[in-house]
Protein backbone atom coordinates (compact mmCIF):
# COMPACT_ATOMS: atom_id res chain seq x y z
CA UNK A 1 0.00 0.00 0.00
CA UNK A 2 2.70 2.24 0.86
CA UNK A 3 4.39 1.50 -2.11
CA UNK A 4 1.40 2.58 -4.59
CA UNK A 5 1.47 5.71 -2.71
CA UNK A 6 4.91 6.41 -3.40
CA UNK A 7 4.95 5.82 -6.96
CA UNK A 8 2.02 7.38 -7.31
CA UNK A 9 3.38 10.38 -6.04
CA UNK A 10 6.26 9.68 -7.87
CA UNK A 11 4.26 10.03 -11.16
CA UNK A 12 2.45 12.65 -9.99
CA UNK A 13 6.11 14.80 -9.49
CA UNK A 14 6.91 13.63 -12.84
CA UNK A 15 3.84 14.92 -14.55
CA UNK A 16 4.38 18.75 -13.09
CA UNK A 17 7.63 18.61 -13.77
CA UNK A 18 7.38 17.79 -17.64
CA UNK A 19 4.45 19.43 -18.14
CA UNK A 20 6.10 22.74 -16.62
CA UNK A 21 9.12 22.39 -19.29
CA UNK A 22 6.62 21.02 -21.88
CA UNK A 23 3.58 24.18 -21.94
CA UNK A 24 6.19 26.50 -22.98
CA UNK A 25 6.05 25.40 -26.57
CA UNK A 26 2.60 27.20 -26.34
CA UNK A 27 4.23 30.45 -25.20
CA UNK A 28 4.19 33.62 -27.30
CA UNK A 29 7.81 35.05 -25.66
CA UNK A 30 9.84 31.51 -25.88
CA UNK A 31 7.92 28.86 -27.88
CA UNK A 32 6.95 27.82 -31.29
CA UNK A 33 5.23 30.58 -33.27
CA UNK A 34 3.14 28.21 -35.11
CA UNK A 35 2.06 26.13 -32.01
CA UNK A 36 -1.30 28.41 -31.20
CA UNK A 37 -2.71 28.83 -34.77
CA UNK A 38 -1.94 25.03 -35.36
CA UNK A 39 -3.73 23.88 -32.34
CA UNK A 40 -6.75 26.33 -32.83
CA UNK A 41 -6.78 24.82 -36.75
CA UNK A 42 -6.53 21.38 -35.51
CA UNK A 43 -9.98 22.08 -33.08
CA UNK A 44 -11.06 23.68 -36.30
CA UNK A 45 -10.48 20.39 -38.78
CA UNK A 46 -11.65 18.11 -36.00
CA UNK A 47 -15.24 20.34 -35.74
CA UNK A 48 -15.40 20.54 -39.52
CA UNK A 49 -15.26 16.64 -39.95
CA UNK A 50 -17.46 16.36 -37.47
CA UNK A 51 -19.89 18.43 -39.00
CA UNK A 52 -19.55 16.55 -42.41
CA UNK A 53 -19.74 12.74 -40.36
CA UNK A 54 -23.16 14.28 -39.27
CA UNK A 55 -24.01 15.39 -42.92
CA UNK A 56 -23.79 12.32 -43.58
CA UNK A 57 -25.68 10.80 -41.08
CA UNK A 58 -28.72 13.04 -42.58
CA UNK A 59 -27.79 11.98 -46.44
CA UNK A 60 -28.24 8.28 -44.95
CA UNK A 61 -31.72 8.62 -43.44
CA UNK A 62 -32.78 11.44 -46.24
CA UNK A 63 -31.53 8.50 -48.77
CA UNK A 64 -33.92 5.61 -47.27
CA UNK A 65 -36.70 7.78 -46.99
CA UNK A 66 -36.56 8.58 -50.41
CA UNK A 67 -35.95 4.59 -51.38
CA UNK A 68 -38.79 3.99 -49.42
CA UNK A 69 -41.47 6.99 -50.83
CA UNK A 70 -40.26 5.79 -54.37
CA UNK A 71 -39.25 9.16 -55.06
CA UNK A 72 -36.43 9.08 -57.76
CA UNK A 73 -35.90 13.13 -58.30
CA UNK A 74 -35.19 13.05 -54.55
CA UNK A 75 -32.96 9.73 -54.95
CA UNK A 76 -30.87 11.72 -58.01
CA UNK A 77 -30.19 14.54 -55.94
CA UNK A 78 -29.32 12.79 -52.72
CA UNK A 79 -26.79 11.10 -55.21
CA UNK A 80 -25.08 13.96 -56.71
CA UNK A 81 -24.98 15.18 -53.10
CA UNK A 82 -22.50 12.38 -52.00
CA UNK A 83 -19.95 12.93 -53.64
CA UNK A 84 -19.04 16.52 -52.69
CA UNK A 85 -19.98 15.24 -48.84
CA UNK A 86 -17.41 12.33 -49.29
CA UNK A 87 -14.93 14.18 -50.54
CA UNK A 88 -15.05 16.94 -48.04
CA UNK A 89 -14.87 14.67 -44.74
CA UNK A 90 -12.08 12.86 -46.86
CA UNK A 91 -10.20 16.01 -47.28
CA UNK A 92 -10.81 17.69 -43.73
CA UNK A 93 -9.59 13.76 -42.43
CA UNK A 94 -6.83 13.89 -44.31
CA UNK A 95 -5.54 17.57 -43.08
CA UNK A 96 -6.21 16.56 -39.19
CA UNK A 97 -4.10 13.81 -39.57
CA UNK A 98 -1.23 16.10 -41.43
CA UNK A 99 -2.55 18.82 -38.73
CA UNK A 100 -2.01 16.25 -35.43
CA UNK A 101 1.20 15.10 -36.79
CA UNK A 102 2.59 18.47 -38.27
CA UNK A 103 2.20 19.98 -34.15
CA UNK A 104 3.86 16.45 -32.83
CA UNK A 105 6.36 16.98 -34.62
CA UNK A 106 7.09 20.60 -34.28
CA UNK A 107 6.62 19.59 -30.08
CA UNK A 108 8.98 17.32 -30.34
CA UNK A 109 11.58 18.93 -32.29
CA UNK A 110 10.79 22.45 -29.75
CA UNK A 111 11.10 19.96 -26.53
CA UNK A 112 14.33 17.67 -27.82
CA UNK A 113 16.38 21.22 -28.42
CA UNK A 114 15.69 22.19 -24.61
CA UNK A 115 16.11 18.90 -22.97
CA UNK A 116 19.25 18.38 -25.09
CA UNK A 117 20.57 21.57 -24.51
CA UNK A 118 20.45 21.01 -20.25
CA UNK A 119 21.73 17.89 -20.94
CA UNK A 120 24.66 18.97 -22.66
CA UNK A 121 24.95 22.34 -20.64
CA UNK A 122 27.79 21.91 -17.90
CA UNK A 123 29.35 18.36 -19.31
CA UNK A 124 26.02 17.06 -17.44
CA UNK A 125 26.43 14.12 -20.54
CA UNK A 126 29.68 13.79 -18.69
CA UNK A 127 28.80 13.90 -14.98
CA UNK A 128 25.97 10.91 -15.21
CA UNK A 129 28.47 8.25 -16.19
CA UNK A 130 29.85 8.88 -12.43
CA UNK A 131 25.92 8.95 -11.10
CA UNK A 132 23.71 5.74 -10.01
CA UNK A 133 21.22 4.42 -11.69
CA UNK A 134 20.09 3.26 -15.13
CA UNK A 135 21.52 5.88 -17.89
CA UNK A 136 23.30 3.85 -20.12
CA UNK A 137 22.57 5.31 -24.16
CA UNK A 138 20.92 8.44 -22.71
CA UNK A 139 20.84 9.77 -26.53
CA UNK A 140 18.28 6.94 -27.32
CA UNK A 141 16.25 7.00 -24.89
CA UNK A 142 15.71 10.48 -24.85
CA UNK A 143 14.86 10.16 -28.56
CA UNK A 144 11.86 7.50 -27.67
CA UNK A 145 10.88 9.08 -24.77
CA UNK A 146 10.42 12.72 -25.92
CA UNK A 147 8.55 10.91 -29.09
CA UNK A 148 6.45 9.21 -27.00
CA UNK A 149 5.95 12.67 -24.49
CA UNK A 150 4.60 14.35 -27.04
CA UNK A 151 2.48 12.13 -29.54
CA UNK A 152 0.52 10.70 -27.01
CA UNK A 153 -0.87 14.02 -25.52
CA UNK A 154 -1.86 15.60 -28.98
CA UNK A 155 -3.61 12.10 -29.35
CA UNK A 156 -5.27 12.08 -26.53
CA UNK A 157 -6.68 15.49 -26.48
CA UNK A 158 -7.50 15.55 -29.87
CA UNK A 159 -9.70 11.93 -29.80
CA UNK A 160 -11.34 13.42 -26.02
CA UNK A 161 -12.50 16.44 -28.02
CA UNK A 162 -13.72 14.35 -30.88
CA UNK A 163 -15.32 11.85 -28.72
CA UNK A 164 -16.85 14.03 -26.75
CA UNK A 165 -18.47 16.66 -29.47
CA UNK A 166 -19.48 13.29 -31.42
CA UNK A 167 -21.28 12.13 -28.14
CA UNK A 168 -22.96 15.17 -28.11
CA UNK A 169 -24.05 15.54 -31.41
CA UNK A 170 -25.12 11.87 -31.65
CA UNK A 171 -26.97 11.65 -28.71
CA UNK A 172 -29.13 14.48 -29.69
CA UNK A 173 -29.71 12.90 -33.13
CA UNK A 174 -30.55 9.19 -30.93
CA UNK A 175 -32.81 10.95 -28.50
CA UNK A 176 -34.83 12.82 -31.65
CA UNK A 177 -35.18 9.89 -33.83
CA UNK A 178 -35.48 7.16 -30.87
CA UNK A 179 -39.06 7.92 -29.41
CA UNK A 180 -40.01 6.52 -26.42
CA UNK A 181 -40.91 3.00 -25.07
CA UNK A 182 -43.47 1.83 -22.70
CA UNK A 183 -43.51 -1.72 -20.57
CA UNK A 184 -45.21 -2.95 -17.80
CA UNK A 185 -43.41 -4.45 -14.84
CA UNK A 186 -45.61 -5.44 -11.80
CA UNK A 187 -48.43 -3.97 -13.26
CA UNK A 188 -46.36 -0.26 -13.48
CA UNK A 189 -46.35 0.76 -16.63
CA UNK A 190 -43.25 2.72 -17.17
CA UNK A 191 -41.97 4.95 -20.44
CA UNK A 192 -38.19 5.64 -21.14
CA UNK A 193 -38.28 8.59 -23.42
CA UNK A 194 -35.32 8.64 -25.87
CA UNK A 195 -34.72 4.57 -25.24
CA UNK A 196 -32.06 4.59 -27.74
CA UNK A 197 -29.74 6.66 -26.05
CA UNK A 198 -30.12 5.22 -22.99
CA UNK A 199 -29.22 1.79 -24.60
CA UNK A 200 -26.53 3.19 -25.82
CA UNK A 201 -25.41 4.54 -22.62
CA UNK A 202 -25.47 1.35 -21.07
CA UNK A 203 -24.04 -0.66 -23.54
CA UNK A 204 -20.97 2.56 -23.35
CA UNK A 205 -20.44 2.06 -19.49
CA UNK A 206 -20.59 -2.33 -19.54
CA UNK A 207 -18.30 -2.67 -22.19
CA UNK A 208 -16.14 0.44 -20.72
CA UNK A 209 -16.19 -1.48 -17.28
CA UNK A 210 -14.88 -4.76 -18.87
CA UNK A 211 -12.21 -3.12 -20.97
CA UNK A 212 -11.15 -1.57 -17.63
CA UNK A 213 -10.93 -4.63 -15.97
CA UNK A 214 -9.28 -6.62 -18.54
CA UNK A 215 -6.50 -3.49 -19.11
CA UNK A 216 -5.88 -2.96 -15.69
CA UNK A 217 -2.12 -3.57 -15.90
CA UNK A 218 -1.59 -2.85 -19.28
CA UNK A 219 -0.16 1.15 -18.27
CA UNK A 220 1.95 -1.18 -15.92
CA UNK A 221 3.06 -3.24 -18.37
CA UNK A 222 3.80 -0.71 -21.30
CA UNK A 223 6.26 1.35 -18.45
CA UNK A 224 8.21 -1.65 -18.00
CA UNK A 225 8.35 -2.22 -21.68
CA UNK A 226 9.34 1.74 -21.90
CA UNK A 227 11.87 1.41 -19.35
CA UNK A 228 13.85 -1.64 -20.33
Do not use: C
Amino acid sequence: MLDTKINASHRKKLLLRFWSSARGFWSIHQGDRHALWMSTGLLILVLAQLGFNYGINIWNRSLFDAVEGKDQASVLHLTLIFIPLVSGALLFGVAQVATRMSLQRRWRAWLTARVTSRWLADNRYYQLNFASGSHQNPEYRLADDLRIATDAPIDFVAGIVSAFLSAMTFIAVLWTIGGQVTFSIFGISITIHGFLVVAAVLYAVITSGVMIVIGRRFVTIVERKNKA
